[in-house]
């Protein structure tokens, strides 16, 4: 069976997709892939995700030059769940957010004060990320 | 405004969550969570996820004693995924994955060949696990 068969892709033809970052082992952002995506991930070697909002192949960092290096694929025992271990291009620290912040997941919960708060910096100004 | 009113709730009333093991930062398992497992969450300090197959609230470790303590919540720049920080119980290494293994992520893509390996042990028999 094809590898690309083997996943469970959901009724939109997508598969949720995180990546996490080789060394650190810090998890940078989640979006999904569809079958061409996943594909051309593991043909170029570097993340290739489906843009929901924009409806087409998103080549992580075409536009910001943080391109994600995939050093290895996973997938979970559901079949429906990727995981990349990535090297993340372009800036160090690696810049995997479109805010300029490491990670996506940069809001923590305050637990006593019920609230999202913001606690990692931001290590690029986003007006010079995207020009 | 309530911490649970930011999230982005999907059309189902979910929201992709992934469990990130305090220490070796080691992806666990990806879920989704209902608004109320996120409350729960939170006010256990336990993971509770929504099962889609079983349509209900999930305990995780509730029949397999293999809770997941949750040291901090993450929120990401769109606000529609969770990270979970925990602490995996109930076995030393810990074990996340029904299949007895430490993470759900077992299965590696093998480039040259074109399949997905299972690459890590079966740390418990899941006979031993689920009575």
Same mark, same amino acid.
């Given at each position: 069976?094809?590898? =690309?068969?083997? *996943?469970? /892709?959901?009724?939109?033809? %997508? *598969?949720?997709?995180?990546? $996490?970052?080789?060394?650190?082992?810090? *998890? %940078?952002? &989640?979006?999904?892939?569809?079958?061409?995506?996943?594909?051309?991930?593991?043909?170029?070697?570097?993340?290739?995700?489906?843009?929901?909002?924009?409806?087409? %192949? /998103?080549?992580?960092?075409?536009?910001?030059?943080?391109?994600?290096?995939?050093?290895?694929?996973? =997938?979970?025992?559901?079949?429906?769940?990727? =995981?990349?271990?990535?090297? $993340? =291009?372009?800036?160090?620290?690696?810049?995997?957010?479109?805010?300029?912040?490491? +990670?996506? &997941? &940069?809001?923590?919960?305050?637990?006593?004060?019920?609230? /999202?708060? +913001?606690?990692?910096?931001? %290590?690029?100004?986003? $007006?010079?990320?995207?020009?």
């Amino acid at each position: 069976m094809d590898w =690309l068969d083997a *996943v469970k /892709w959901d009724a939109q033809g %997508l *598969v949720p997709a995180i990546a $996490q970052e080789v060394g650190s082992n810090d *998890v %940078l952002m &989640f979006a999904f892939r569809n079958r061409e995506g996943l594909a051309k991930t593991a043909e170029l070697g570097e993340a290739v995700y489906f843009s929901r909002s924009r409806n087409r %192949l /998103w080549h992580k960092g075409e536009e910001s030059g943080h391109i994600q290096k995939v050093r290895e694929l996973r =997938l979970d025992c559901d079949n429906d769940v990727v =995981l990349l271990k990535v090297e $993340q =291009l372009g800036h160090t620290p690696g810049i995997a957010c479109h805010t300029g912040r490491h +990670s996506c &997941f &940069f809001q923590r919960h305050e637990q006593g004060q019920g609230v /999202w708060r +913001s606690v990692e910096p931001v %290590l690029k100004d986003p $007006q010079g990320i995207y020009k």
